[in-house]
């Protein structure tokens, strides 16, 4: 009598799994266990098919299960993918700054040039955004030279009290640096005037804030998820944000918008360069 053989489960991949728990340790907040990043990966193939993505583009994710990548050429769609690739950063990257004597910012760019209606996220210019970010340090003073920097495009879906959505692209960035907070609001500013349609509505282009867990500042700055933001009135007739559940037309296009970048294409790193595989220190000049 013949029996058949069960297939071995695939063991989750080791450095993803060392790298997590490291975090972990370094008290990071939302570092996903096995579990959660399998029930997320569902979820995004699952919006993909309700969707209908033609499924040549996404079918390759189906065989993911966190093991070593099956794939010569992985995508940011891949929940797994991604998020090892972020963590090994965060905890290479942290290293890094940790060993900097300049001072630690965690910065937030708002550049309203770059927010796109609903359905245009394809549209977004990752390069271009980045590009802007690196002349603006480029023409810093030569105290930054020295700088390291970290940080990724963060996506979130805003909603204003009018009911208007859009989608709002902005950087989150740790910075080690020798400069004050006034100073890196200067250095980081964006320089083109608002579009038309955000004429009048009140953005803070820089936002600069001291760190005190680097490695949770860091993780935060790269994190891959989209997250609703529902403007509100308070009562003193001040306009403030909570958050609200993406709707799942805008959650897919996020999805698709992944599935065309590889893992850390999102991510921005000045100071610092990927060398085989490590995050290590640009030398100076």
């Given at each position: 009598?013949?029996?058949?053989m069960?297939?071995?489960p695939?063991r989750?991949d080791?450095?993803?799994?060392?790298?997590a728990e490291a975090?972990?340790r370094?008290?990071?907040?939302k570092v996903?266990?096995?579990e959660?990043?399998?029930?997320?990966?569902q979820a995004?193939l699952?919006?993909f098919?309700r969707g209908g993505v033609?499924?040549?583009?996404?079918?390759?994710?189906?065989?993911?299960?966190g093991s070593?990548c099956p794939h010569?050429?992985?995508s940011?769609?891949c929940?797994?993918?991604?998020r090892?690739?972020?963590?090994?950063?965060?905890?290479?990257?942290?290293?890094l700054?940790k060993?900097s004597p300049a001072?630690?910012h965690?910065v937030t760019?708002?550049?309203p040039?770059?927010?796109?209606?609903p359905?245009?996220?394809h549209?977004?210019s990752?390069d271009g955004?980045?590009?802007?970010?690196r002349?603006?340090?480029?023409d810093?003073?030569d105290?930054w030279k020295?700088?390291?920097?970290?940080g990724?495009?963060?996506i979130?879906?805003?909603?204003?009290?009018?009911k208007?959505?859009?989608?709002a692209?902005h950087?989150?960035?740790a910075?080690?640096?020798?400069?004050?907070?006034?100073?890196v609001r200067r250095?980081l500013?964006?320089?083109?005037p608002?579009p038309?349609?955000?004429?009048?509505?009140k953005f803070?282009?820089v936002?600069?804030?001291?760190?005190?867990?680097l490695a949770?500042a860091i993780?935060?700055?790269?994190k891959p998820?989209?997250?609703?933001?529902e403007?509100?009135w308070?009562?003193?007739?001040n306009?403030?944000?909570?958050?609200?559940?993406?709707?799942?037309a805008?959650?897919l296009?996020?999805?698709t918008?992944?599935l065309r970048?590889r893992p850390?294409?999102?991510?921005?790193l000045?100071g610092?360069m990927v060398?085989r595989?490590?995050?290590?220190a640009?030398?100076?000049?």
């Amino acid at each position: 009598m013949s029996m058949t053989m069960r297939k071995r489960p695939e063991r989750f991949d080791a450095q993803a799994a060392r790298d997590a728990e490291a975090l972990r340790r370094l008290k990071v907040q939302k570092v996903l266990t096995e579990e959660e990043l399998a029930r997320l990966q569902q979820a995004r193939l699952a919006r993909f098919a309700r969707g209908g993505v033609d499924e040549k583009k996404w079918k390759h994710l189906k065989r993911c299960r966190g093991s070593e990548c099956p794939h010569s050429s992985c995508s940011a769609a891949c929940i797994f993918g991604e998020r090892k690739e972020l963590n090994r950063v965060v905890r290479q990257t942290r290293r890094l700054l940790k060993s900097s004597p300049a001072l630690l910012h965690f910065v937030t760019i708002v550049d309203p040039t770059y927010f796109l209606q609903p359905g245009q996220l394809h549209e977004l210019s990752v390069d271009g955004l980045f590009q802007s970010l690196r002349r603006r340090l480029r023409d810093a003073p030569d105290n930054w030279k020295a700088a390291r920097v970290i940080g990724a495009v963060d996506i979130a879906y805003d909603r204003d009290a009018d009911k208007r959505e859009w989608w709002a692209p902005h950087l989150h960035l740790a910075i080690a640096v020798e400069a004050d907070a006034k100073e890196v609001r200067r250095v980081l500013k964006p320089r083109r005037p608002a579009p038309p349609d955000m004429v009048g509505r009140k953005f803070r282009p820089v936002k600069v804030k001291p760190i005190t867990s680097l490695a949770n500042a860091i993780g935060y700055s790269v994190k891959p998820t989209v997250d609703g933001r529902e403007a509100i009135w308070d009562r003193r007739g001040n306009t403030d944000r909570r958050p609200f559940k993406v709707p799942e037309a805008a959650q897919l296009e996020h999805d698709t918008w992944m599935l065309r970048m590889r893992p850390r294409e999102r991510s921005f790193l000045s100071g610092m360069m990927v060398l085989r595989g490590k995050v290590v220190a640009r030398k100076k000049g």
